[in-house]
């Protein structure tokens, strides 16, 4: 079998595991190894019902970039293939290479749009696996990025991620198709050229099968790290809270073995968009042996407050979430006077004066079993309700008097009386409080 229908065989194996079909947007750059895949997906879109476009990004930093843009169109008019050329400006802030990257990304996912593409094919092959794996292992990543790069992660598809470059390279010279070399492959100050040139190589001096086998590394990675991903998820389904706070209960966490703390902190983080590095995880895994007030800066101005049970995410601006009036239904007296947390007898003249809100300055409360009246600061704190929940809990008042701390407790001028000549309702609240899980 010849290179080319080794790499059409792949692409079709690959096509079918991940059942790809429709539109498909490549992502072209002019080099052996996305020309190697055009010209397959090209050769099995008949075949398959594939509608095959391409993308080239000029990212404006090389003086080769218009010719090898006037090559990819060339390329593209010959087999018919709709090109979309996109020219991207590329910060100047932190890692030029990781500014690149993520300046292509973004014009992937335009040029996606503007085809209608379900799927974007790259052509990262055997080789750039191998690259990948060594390079997160030397920046210390874990199980996540020693995965490497996955061959189908919606809508990103990967078919050649198994097929050595030397193939991608001898199916061309099949094809008598030429394509581009990006000189900057050379510069060996970049890292990820130098573990090409010089470190592969000297691994496969003393391993010969070197690249394969960290290939076969990672993917055993990759399937391991999903089944704890899911394990992750499960947890913190479990786990979480169902209001706009962000928290984690220090005692569920700590039940957890450390693998798991860290997969479970670095998870929930992401779910509300906040990226912890490991020094971060490490911080908010020492957090939780310290004493309740403990805090520790997070990125992006959030940072986290060790409280006596729960470890709190706070962000930048305080969250203050509003209260629902509807969420409080009345029913006429039947026997139950509630419990004061989501049930409570009240008078008719004072439930049709109270007012939903959350606390201002000046609340009081006269506790239940209690004569006199207290800040409702203090209140809070005597019965434990964390820092972060106090300025969007929900109350029930009569102007600056607390009648209902719904969740927590009612006020004593809610002690239902049998022997009382007024009408007495019920009221239920269905609304989320703060800690609730």
């Known amino acids: 079998m010849d290179d080319f229908s080794l790499i059409l065989g792949e692409i079709g194996r690959s096509a079918d595991r991940h059942e790809i079909a429709g539109r498909i947007l490549v992502g072209l750059s002019g080099g052996a190894d996305s020309v190697a895949l055009l010209r397959g997906l090209c050769e099995l879109r008949q ?96 199980s996540d990025g020693l995965s490497g790069m996955r061959e189908y992660h919606a809508p990103v598809w990967r078919p050649l991620l198994h097929v050595p470059r030397d193939t991608l390279r001898g199916a061309l010279t099949i094809l008598s198709q030429d394509w581009r070399e990006d000189e900057s492959n050379g510069d060996r100050s970049l890292t990820r050229n130098a573990i090409r040139a010089e470190l592969i190589p000297t691994m496969e001096k003393l391993f010969p099968q070197a690249v394969p086998a960290l290939g076969r590394a990672a993917e ?11 394990q992750t998820a499960a947890w913190l389904s479990a786990h979480t809270p169902r209001s706009d706070y962000r928290f984690l209960a220090v005692t569920d966490l700590q039940s957890l073995h450390p693998a798991m703390q860290r ?70 007296f039947a026997g139950d006077p509630g419990n004061g947390l989501r049930l409570q007898a009240m008078p008719e003249g004072l439930w049709k004066s109270a007012l939903l809100r959350t606390r201002q300055p000046g609340d009081r409360i006269t506790p239940f079993g209690m004569q006199g009246s207290m800040k409702l600061k203090d209140y809070f704190i005597s019965k434990g309700i964390d820092q972060p929940f106090r300025d969007g809990w929900p109350l029930l008042c009569l102007g600056q008097e607390v009648l209902w701390v719904i969740g927590v407790g009612a006020s004593e001028r809610l002690r239902y009386r049998p022997d009382a000549d007024y009408q007495v309702f019920v009221i239920h609240y269905s609304g989320r409080l703060p800690d609730q899980l």
């Open 263 to 332: 997969r479970a902190l670095r998870a929930y983080g992401r779910s509300f968009g906040l990226s912890l590095l490991f020094q971060h995880t490490e911080a908010l895994l020492a957090l939780l042996q310290m004493p309740p007030g403990a805090r520790e800066n997070l990125p992006d101005g959030w940072h986290a407050l060790r409280t006596r049970d729960r470890l709190h995410f706070l962000p930048p601006q305080p969250i203050v979430p509003a209260v629902h009036p509807e969420d409080l239904q009345a029913e006429p």
């Open 47 to 142: 075949q398959r019902g594939f509608s095959v476009f391409a993308v080239y990004v000029n990212h404006g930093l090389r003086e080769a970039a218009a010719e090898e843009e006037s090559f990819c169109a060339d390329l593209c008019r010959r087999f018919s293939v709709p090109l979309v050329i996109k020219r991207v400006r590329v910060s100047q802030c932190g890692s030029p290479e990781a500014a690149a990257r993520e300046a292509r990304y973004q014009a992937f996912r335009e040029a996606m749009g503007e085809t209608q593409a379900e799927t974007l094919a790259l052509a990262h092959h055997r080789n750039d696996q191998a690259e990948t794996l060594l390079l997160h292992l030397m920046y210390g990543a874990g």
């Open 220 to 230: 055993i990675l990759g399937t391991e790290n999903d089944y704890l991903n899911d």
